[in-house]
């Protein structure tokens, strides 16, 4: 049986897979694989282990319905029409659980981070523009006992919540669909409304998935609603906020800081204002991006396609309706 695979991933997943009997493909160029060109691959494939940016959309699904099974090599599935590959019934697979400390430790760097300008300093550094001590120059904010608003409280924003109240004693509130019962116990967590988490946050760190319903909605007027001394965190999807109004907000001081591990799109220009923004600190999507992290997250990959080849239930299932019935 042949597994295509759409990055190099670490060994400990491709051990697994030639372990289990089974053929790679790999596309080993450091450059996006067409879309057409993915296609026509999976055609001569029985599995698909998709690491990256790759579009399992409809007309993907439509034109590989012969797939056993596609892997993701991520704990987002944004990317895939699940809807599609419920009709179809292929079994999705992700990376959930593992990645969640990781991601939450860039969104802690971040906040840190932006807090203390440090990206923008350092950069000064290297320009030869340390010169001279001004006491009133070069000025962060603390973060003790600030307020930390989670959009999204999942396994990722719990873990970036720990952090907050172990390291700075931060009161935690959230807003999410459901009520995270788990962070209400363990953190004192508070469950609040949109525009609640907006008034009340000084720090606002973003864990939902990109949706119809989250796609864009921190724009112009949901920053003006933050305090003017707030942090952004966004370490899940770029196009939950919309980028030129972050910058705007950025410039105009409507809140005081940002700092972003994902763009829209990915990857960002190295002309990006963001990049030369003294309130801004991007990182280029590390969230899971550790030795540990990467072989875990491709161990369990593996998994997935070798259950799915066997016509076993995958171990981490995203669409596990369709083993029902
Ligand atoms: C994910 O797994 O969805 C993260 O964004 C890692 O890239």
């Known amino acids: 049986m042949k597994v295509f695979i759409t990055r190099i991933i670490a060994e400990t997943g491709l051990k697994k897979l030639r372990e289990a009997g089974l053929e790679l493909m790999i596309w080993e ?30 007309h993907f699904l439509k034109e590989c319905s012969h797939l056993k099974v596609i892997a993701l090599h991520s704990v987002g599935f944004d990317n895939v029409d699940i809807l599609e590959a ?6 999705i697979g992700n990376t959930p659980g ?10 802690f760097l971040l906040m840190l981070s932006v807090s203390r300008k440090a990206f923008y300093l350092h950069d000064k550094i290297k320009k030869g523009e340390w010169k001279f001590f001004e006491p009133t120059a ?12 989670i959009f999204g409280l999942g ?3 719990f873990e970036m919540a720990k952090r907050c109240v172990g390291a700075y004693n931060m009161n935690v509130i959230y807003h999410n669909r459901n009520k995270n019962s788990l962070a ?13 988490l907006l008034n009340e946050s000084d720090i606002i760190s973003v864990h939902s998935n990109l949706t119809t319903e989250t796609i864009g909605i921190f724009n112009k007027e949901v920053f003006e609603k933050m305090k003017p001394t707030s942090i952004f965190i966004n370490t899940a999807r770029g196009a939950i906020h919309n980028e030129e109004d972050l910058i705007n907000a950025l410039r105009t001081g409507t809140i005081w800081g940002a700092g972003l591990d994902v763009t829209n799109p990915e990857p960002m220009k190295w002309d990006n204002p963001l990049l030369s923004l ?4 991007v990182l280029p999507h590390i969230g899971s991006a550790t030795l540990e992290t990467r072989d875990g997250m491709a161990d369990m990959a593996a998994q997935n396609i070798i259950a799915g080849l066997k016509g076993e239930k995958i171990p981490f299932p995203v669409n596990p309706g369709i083993y029902k019935e």
């Open 29 to 58: 160029e450091k450059k996006e694989l067409p879309q057409e060109q993915l296609i026509q691959f999976c055609k001569e494939s029985n599995a698909l282990l998709s690491a990256g940016y790759n579009k399992i959309d409809a």
């Open 184 to 196: 209400e116990k363990e953190l004192n967590a508070r469950m609040v409304s949109f525009e609640q």
């Open 155 to 157: 396994s990722i924003g």
């Open 278 to 281: 003294p309130n801004a600190a």
């Open 138 to 149: 070069n000025l962060g904010i603390n973060l003790y006992g600030k307020t930390l608003g």
């Open 98 to 107: 593992i990645l969640s400390g990781p991601t939450a430790d860039v969104a």
């Open 86 to 91: 419920d009709r179809l019934k292929i079994p």
